[in-house]
């Protein structure tokens, strides 16, 4: 029997863009969440660990990136780590396997270079598909044998790429029956972020979600073969540090600010959570809900982790305000033909070729100007 | 809004309070200059819009001057059908209040603040701190004051245009939409610059200029980041390059051990090939040493016989050349012989009669010089003699010369005048006694007695006059006595003179004289002729020419002592001739004697040169034999170890024969060596070139690499990743601020824009009806010389038609008046308008001097008719001649010794 950790995709140094100022917290938290894979490992008492691709972001990530992580995989000692270089961290001249840093990683740690055979001990071997570019089309799992008849060793394949479900230009093809192809027990595969097993071939997902929108991110798994030919036990291990949260609630009156908030409450401790929050609220009149809405956004922007709610709340709202005759209440006709696309009589008809979003907004400026209600 | 009166008190020239009423239609202000009319109109403007506590130092110039008065002003005016009364006071105690009529009496609704800013709301004026035409509100376009501009730089003030627009129903402007225009103009104020750009620091400004800076950063870290990648390349490439290397290098090293072992098996084979080869060298040696013996032996014959046929030709021509040298020393000595006993002597001859014929011819010429000196010498001598004859006469006989005769003169000369003086001065005595024969003795004597028996007497004389007694005559004086004195001075001299020339008298001495006179001029004349006798030549040089010359003949003559004598006698033409005759043969002869021994010389330098030849042929000669002598002995040494030479040919034979024999043997060994050992040698020296090449360029390229990996370690440790990430994400976010914010300002701006459009169309809706009075008026003043005015969009006129020609004038090219006139007409057409609902106040401070009596004529009627129909007018003046026509209310501005 055989008990590895399958992980993936840590993405070490990772730019983060969209979380601004937090960036850099969202990279360092991948370090410590790095540092639990360990103490998981650990305490699985795992016999090895599978790293199966895109441990850097990038072949130029910074130097203390490097030595954060070598120290890292250092702490799995006395556990054998199988590394393969993905696609982000290709094996190549002037790679991050190159520099003198990576040098002084542990010995219970193999870089697997080459497309050859490993044999882990006695009953279990290991074919690594490591990767030497960035794009490809080839699969890099072409290479492994069939079993042999006699051959009772669990056989693990450790890869890189993406499964053909998705697209026929997908970078490092990898047919969905490969295990099958070729005798594997176990594909441990790297790239997509997310859990995802089918049949043999397993996507272990990234250890901490990289952004919105990812699904069933953020874990390790535990992994059983009993025998050569036996169906794998998967133990999927939630492992991350932050989660992100999308939310795009529909706000029309304070009812349904209350449902807003007790979810929000749900997502408790915020510390943790990254949000990016998107009310809709054309259909909204309540001037107490909107308060209520500023105030919760000012407490989420204080507790929360990171917060992408940019547009403002109160916002003018258009029809509600007394325009004098005369000048203004013709500019709003004029802005209002626009916006229905037709275009305007008189000295309005320059203004026709404004696009509607900057007419749009002047039509709310110029309500609010007018005393309107904001919104 | 009209005035209804107007009362200021410690105004300018107001000390005491003055009141000045006004009629609802025409009033006239009438006033000298400097009566204060302006000052009246520069009251109602500070009452309406200046704020009383106000410290500008405008304030301080209306109060009178030399005091600190505080300046007041009391004003009445109607507006919206309220009678309205203001009091201000400035400066000291600074106070506004304001009253409203109501229920028969001023209740007092606002003072301070409030009061100031309700009245400036009356006239639509800005709450601004100065008191420019332009925040007066309507009284821009309404007051023509003394120091407002015609019109205004850019457009009339907002007040007016929406106090026009009042009329136009369709374009209705309220306080409401004016505040929220001004809030749309601050919120515009906020972003844009008055042109419409991006003001500086404001928030889309401040936010661009950050994502430059971040985006030049990030430029900047991509540059890094672009190196990395660069080197990362150039290390692929050069990964690449020395891995084929490498496995080339280890090909090369298996290549070299199997070329070895190749070598060293085919070891036997060469030992056997060394063999061979030393068999071969020796043999080839033992032939080369034959035939160079043989090959000597024959070129040594070939020598021998060339040295023996050169021998004969060189002694042939040693021969020749001692030959041909005796030739020429020969002709040598025959020439030599020719000029040296005939042409010399000949010469000799020749000259030696040259000689004699000039040796004769200078002894004539010698004697006929000698001659004349000769004569010269006889001459000077006798000049000298006679010369010495006369010098001797005038030293022996005593003559008195020149000095002596002119100083005897002048004796004379002195001694007469002293006579005459003394005569004149002395004193006559004379003696008349009855008895003759008295004796009279004088003493001293007297000097002259005349005829009369009178006695001069020139000094004291006594007279004895027999024995009678003495007259003693102290007579003349002292001047007298000098007389006498010089004159028997001088008489001595002359006697002294006459005495050492051993005359008597004058004319002897005259005579001795002119005689000194004729010796010496005869002195003279001599002494003139030996001067020009030895101009050239003195006495004793011609003396020593004469010797010379003597002794030159005789030379001459013992040189032509030989001569024949028929040359003595020939003349000195003749001796000419001969010697140019001779002088022609002697030329000719020196010719011949210097072509005969030039000859001469040339025949024996060739001699000379023939006779070296000679020598040195027979030096050639003397090698030629020994080289033979040697060569055939050389020759003989050789042959004593063949015998023969046939003998040598005979062993030569034999050893080429055996030396194809042996090199067959070998070229077979040969080719079995190159194939086993010489090829691998061969292949193992280019392989080990190879190998040592390679590992060159594997060290090169490590070290490059090495190079390349340390570069970008460098790179790593810089951080220049995360320090991009960071960025970037900065970068994003201010662009989503930007979008937010550049947003914000395009729609302001769109609506800024938009409103302006409009603004300006009111603007133009409304010209429409100011044209229309305006041109109305304007044909009336103009008698139709003008009939249009232009005005734009901002209620300006640009330009007038002028329906004479057809054509339209810009403003500025109307006369000053006529401009000003027009301004008139606007300004009251914009009254007329205004007042549509209630009457406004137009004031004209005296803006009309530049107008003609005929033009005058037609404003006043217009006046009169606006001032009845539609407007309060004040008019300032100080001439009310042309108004007399119009229904007005005159009011007479008293100047200052009225208002005292």
């Known amino acids: 029997m055989v008990k590895f950790l399958h992980t993936a995709d840590w993405q070490m140094g990772m730019k983060a863009l969209h979380t601004g100022e937090k960036a850099k917290d969202v990279r360092f938290k991948r370090f410590e969440t790095a540092k639990r894979i360990v103490e998981e490992a650990k305490a699985a008492n795992v016999d090895f660990v599978l790293l199966a691709g895109d441990t850097f972001e990038d072949n130029t990530v910074d130097e203390v990136v490097v030595k954060r992580t070598v120290d890292i995989l250092n702490q799995f000692d006395p556990i054998p780590v199988y590394i393969i270089p993905g696609n982000h961290d290709p094996f190549v001249p002037g790679s991050i396997w190159d520099r003198d840093i990576w040098k002084q990683i542990g010995s219970h740690v193999s870089l697997l270079t080459e497309a050859v055979e490993y044999c882990h001990s006695d009953d279990v071997v290991i074919y690594p598909c490591p990767l030497t570019q960035k794009k490809s089309g080839l699969d890099p799992t072409l290479w492994i044998p069939k079993r042999t008849e006699e051959d009772p060793r669990i056989r693990i394949g450790l890869a890189h790429g993406s499964l053909d479900i998705i697209s026929e230009d997908a970078n490092f093809p990898i047919p969905l029956d490969r295990p099958e192809q070729s005798d594997l027990d176990y594909l441990a595969l790297g790239d997509w972020h997310s859990y995802y097993a089918v049949q043999n071939a397993v996507y272990s997902g990234t250890m901490e979600p990289t952004g919105f929108g990812e699904k069933n991110s953020g874990n ?52 943790s959570k990254l949000l990016k929050i998107t009310p809709i609220l054309e259909e909204c009149s309540d001037i107490v809900a909107f308060q209520q809405l500023e105030t919760i956004r000012s407490d989420l922007l204080e507790k929360s982790f990171f917060l992408d709610w940019d ?36 000295p309005g008809k320059e203004f026709a070729i404004c696009d509607n979003t900057t007419v749009s907004r002047a039509r709310q400026i110029l309500h609010r100007l007018a005393g309107g209600r904001l919104s | 809004m009209i005035i209804e009166e107007i009362t200021i008190k410690n105004w300018k020239g107001y000390r005491e309070a003055h009141t000045f009423q006004f009629d609802e239609k025409f009033n006239l202000l009438l006033g000298r200059n400097e009566a204060g009319k302006s000052t009246i109109f520069e009251a109602f403007t500070r009452v309406l819009f200046t ?34 009364k203001s009091y201000k006071r400035f400066i000291k105690a600074s106070t506004s209040e ?31 701190p100065t008191l420019k035409p332009e925040h007066r509100g309507l009284s821009q376009a309404l007051w023509y004051l003394q120091n407002d501009d015609p019109l205004p730089e850019s457009e009339w003030g907002d007040a007016i245009r929406i106090g026009l627009s009042g009329f136009i129903s369709h374009i209705a402007q309220s306080p409401e939409e004016e505040l929220i225009l001004k809030k749309l103009d601050k919120e515009f104020v906020d972003y844009f610059t008055p042109t419409g750009r991006i003001k500086k620091d404001s928030p889309p400004d401040k936010l661009e200029n950050e994502i430059k800076i971040i985006e030049a950063v990030i430029s900047s870290l991509r540059e890094g980041a672009a190196r990395v990648e660069n080197q990362r390349q150039n290390l692929e490439v050069l990964f690449e390059e020395t891995r084929g ?11 070299i051990q199997t070329l070895e072992d190749t070598i060293a098996e085919g070891q036997e084979l060469e030992l056997k090939k060394k063999e061979k080869d030393q068999i071969l060298f020796h043999t080839l040696e033992e032939e080369k040493k034959l035939k160079s013996d043989y090959d000597t032996i ?47 002597p000949n010469l000799q001859i020749v000259e030696e009669s040259i000689g004699f014929l000039r040796a004769i011819e200078d002894l004539k010429h010698l004697e006929k010089d000698k001659s004349q000196i000769e004569t010269k010498i006889e001459e000077i001598k006798s000049i000298i003699e006679e010369s010495r004859i006369i010098k001797s006469k005038l030293l022996e006989e005593s003559l008195p010369d020149t000095k002596d005769w002119q100083t005897l003169q002048k004796q004379r000369e002195e001694l007469n005048t002293i006579k005459a003086q003394a005569e004149i001065s002395g004193i006559w005595v004379g003696f008349d006694f ?71 008298n004058y004319e002897e001495f005259y005579l001795l004289h002119q005689r000194r006179m004729d010796l010496e001029k005869e002195q003279t004349r001599l002494q003139k002729e030996l001067k020009k006798i030895t101009i050239d030549e003195d006495l004793d040089s011609l003396t020593q020419s004469f010797d010379t010359i003597e002794g030159n003949i005789s030379i001459k003559k013992n040189e032509c002592a030989l001569a024949p004598p028929d040359y003595h006698t020939l003349a000195p033409e003749a001796i000419g001739k001969k010697i140019k005759d001779f002088e022609k043969q002697k030329k000719a002869l020196i010719k011949d004697i210097k072509n005969e021994q030039q000859k001469e010389e040339e025949a024996r330098k060739k001699s000379s040169e023939l006779l070296e030849l000679y020598q040195s042929a027979i030096t050639q000669v003397t090698k030629l034999k020994s080289k033979h002598n040697t060569l055939q002995q050389e020759n003989s040494q050789i042959l004593k170890s063949y015998g023969t030479l046939e003998h040598l040919e005979k062993l030569l034979d034999q050893v080429a024969v055996s030396l194809k024999t042996i090199e067959a043997d070998l070229s077979s060994i040969n080719e079995e060596y190159r194939v086993r050992v010489e090829e691998p040698k061969n292949q193992l020296e ?53 979008e937010r914010v550049n947003g914000q300002a395009k729609a302001i701006l769109l609506l800024k824009n938009m409103a302006e459009s409009f603004k300006e169309e009111q603007s133009t809706a409304l010209s429409g009806p100011i044209s229309e009075l305006l041109n109305g008026w304007l044909a009336i003043l103009t008698d139709d010389s003008y009939d249009e005015v232009r005005i734009n969009e901002k209620l300006i006129p640009i330009e007038v038609q002028t329906p004479r020609y057809n054509d339209v004038l810009p403003m500025e090219c109307l006369s000053f008046g006529t401009r000003e006139q027009v301004v008139v007409l606007l300004r009251l057409a914009m009254g007329v308008l205004l007042s549509k609902d209630e009457r406004s106040l137009v004031v004209i401070d005296d803006r009309l001097v530049n107008a003609d009596p005929v033009r005058m004529r037609r404003l006043c009627q217009i006046l009169d008719e606006v001032a009845t129909k539609h407007c309060q007018i004040i008019v300032a003046t100080c001439n009310d001649t042309p108004y007399i026509g119009i229904n007005m209310n005159k009011i007479p501005v008293p100047g200052v010794i009225g208002r005292e």
């Not at chain 1, 007394?322 to 004029?334: A, F, K, N, W, Y």
């Open chain 2, 686 to 738: 280019q392989a080990e070139k190879i190998i040592d090449a390679l590992d060159k360029q594997l060290q090169d390229n490590y070290k490059k690499i090495t190079g390349i990996k340390a570069s970008m370690e460098t790179i790593f440790a810089q951080n220049l990743y995360s320090e991009m990430a960071d960025q970037e994400a900065m970068l994003e976010v201010k662009k989503k601020q930007f």
């Open chain 1, 311 to 346: 547009d403002p709340i109160i916002q003018p709202m258009v029809g509600d305000a007394h325009l004098p005759e005369g000048i203004l209440s013709r500019m709003d006709e004029v802005l209002a033909d626009i916006l229905e696309g037709k275009i305007p009589a008189g």
């Open chain 2, 98 to 128: 304001l009253y409203r009529w109501k229920n028969d009496q001023w209740q007092r609704i606002h003072e301070g603040d409030s009061a100031d800013n309700v009245l400036r709301d009356i006239l639509k004026g800005d709450h601004k």
């Open chain 1, 220 to 271: 390790v798994l535990i992994v059983e073969i009993k025998t050569a030919n036996s169906v794998p036990k998967i133990d999927v291990r939630r492992i991350n540090a932050l989660t992100w949260i999308d939310i795009s609630p529909d706000i029309q009156d304070s009812a349904d600010l209350a449902v807003f908030e007790s979810e929000l409450k749900k997502l408790d401790p915020l510390s």
């Open chain 2, 245 to 255: 290397k490498e496995i080339e290098y280890k090909k090369g090293l298996v290549e």
């Open chain 2, 434 to 504: 009855k008895e003759g024969n008295t004796k009279i003795s004088a003493k001293p004597d007297p000097d002259n007695v005349n005829e009369d028996g009178e006695y001069l007497v020139l000094g004291p004389t006594s007279f004895t006059i027999g024995d009678y007694g003495t007259v003693t005559i102290r007579g003349g004086g002292p001047s007298l006595e000098e007389l006498q004195t010089n004159g028997d001075s001088l008489d001595k001299k002359i006697q002294k003179v006459f005495k050492k020339f051993n005359v008597e």
């Open chain 2, 298 to 344: 024959n070129r040594r014959r070939k020598d021998i016989d060339s040295a023996q046929s050169e021998l004969e030709t060189l002694q042939g021509e040693a021969e020749r050349h001692k030959s041909d040298e005796r030739i020429e020393i020969r002709s040598a000595e025959t020439l030599k012989q020719n000029w040296k006993e005939t042409l010399t």
């Open chain 2, 51 to 84: 704020r009383h506590n106000s410290t500008a130092k405008e304030i301080f110039q209306i109060q009178p001057i030399g005091t600190s008065l505080a300046p007041e002003a009391t004003i009445i005016i109607q507006s919206d059908g309220q009678r309205y």
